[in-house]
């Protein structure tokens, strides 16, 4: 073969080898993105994505919008807020049936204990094959957790009502939260967020709990707490100095109903 062309099949060849490898790694790239699925899960929206959608509109709510998940330890309660666009309003408050441990953070992997702090769970994080009927890794440990050399895997939110370190609830609790935020990342969202407290975080239960070994913790966790209930918006929260740093999420659909509920001024007569 001639030496041009033998470059030129060379250069031929470097190509397609080349948009092969770029083609492997662009679907790997949106194969780590892709919603799991299963058949126990296509049976469970068959059997109540219906209903949930009418529970949602009957709020005032859209299957579908983003979501955000609050947690509270000692009350054993688990809170589903569902976006507006004058914030977000709560859809339902779950009971826990279980969940391991005692007041106070996850320290390290086999301490049983249930994680506290700010958890942000992405697409990837969904189970719906779970051993307890539907689950969502929390993605512990976090930065915040990392930072403190804190150690531990597998922590869930997940049904079947048994706990070794996750938080469990019902079934059918576990159905409508893993749908609604199932929808929600079919409608484009990236992640949703998860707060876990301790307690309902009013000043009565921190001032309750000054003497705790947790609680310049618990005083941050707060620093978040109240952020969402001032706006109705989740807070961006960042980590630096082995703290959380929260930032306010402005609320301009709250700002704007607000604005145009404002009546008029009457123009005194000349």
Not at 85 to 109: A, D, H, M, Q, V
Not at 146 to 158: K, N, P, Q
Not at 163 to 182: H, K, M, V
């Amino acid at each position: 073969m001639k030496q041009p062309a033998r470059k030129h099949l060379l250069l031929l060849l470097s190509g397609l080898f080349s948009t092969a490898v770029f083609s492997l790694l662009m679907t790997s790239v949106f194969a780590q993105g892709k919603l799991p699925n299963s058949e126990r899960l296509e049976n469970v929206e068959a059997k109540v994505l219906p209903r949930l959608e009418e529970e949602f509109a009957e709020k005032g709510l859209r299957l579908g919008a983003p979501v955000f998940v609050r947690v509270f330890k000692a009350t054993s309660e688990l809170e589903l807020w569902v976006a507006t666009i004058s914030g977000y309003k709560r859809f339902r408050t779950y009971p826990i049936c279980n969940y391991s441990g005692e007041l106070g953070p996850k320290l390290k992997e086999g301490d049983r204990q249930s994680p506290e702090g700010f958890y942000k769970v992405t697409r990837e994080l969904m189970n719906p094959n779970s051993r307890y009927h539907l689950s969502f890794n929390l993605g512990f440990p976090n930065a915040y957790d990392r930072a403190l050399d804190r150690t531990g895997s597998f922590l869930m939110i997940h049904g079947s009502c048994v706990s070794i370190g996750c938080y469990a609830i019902t079934d059918a609790g576990i159905e409508e939260i893993y749908l609604a935020a199932n929808e929600a990342f079919k409608g484009g969202e990236e992640a949703f967020d998860v707060h876990v407290f301790p307690f309902r975080m009013t000043d009565e239960s921190i001032n309750l709990h000054k003497s705790s070994e947790w609680s310049d913790f618990w005083q941050n966790l707060k620093e978040g707490h109240d952020a969402f209930e001032k706006t109705g918006m989740p807070p961006s929260i960042e980590v630096a100095n082995k703290r959380y740093l929260i930032v306010e999420t402005p609320n301009f659909g709250k700002a704007a109903n607000h604005l145009f509920r404002q009546k008029p001024q009457q123009n005194g007569a000349d």
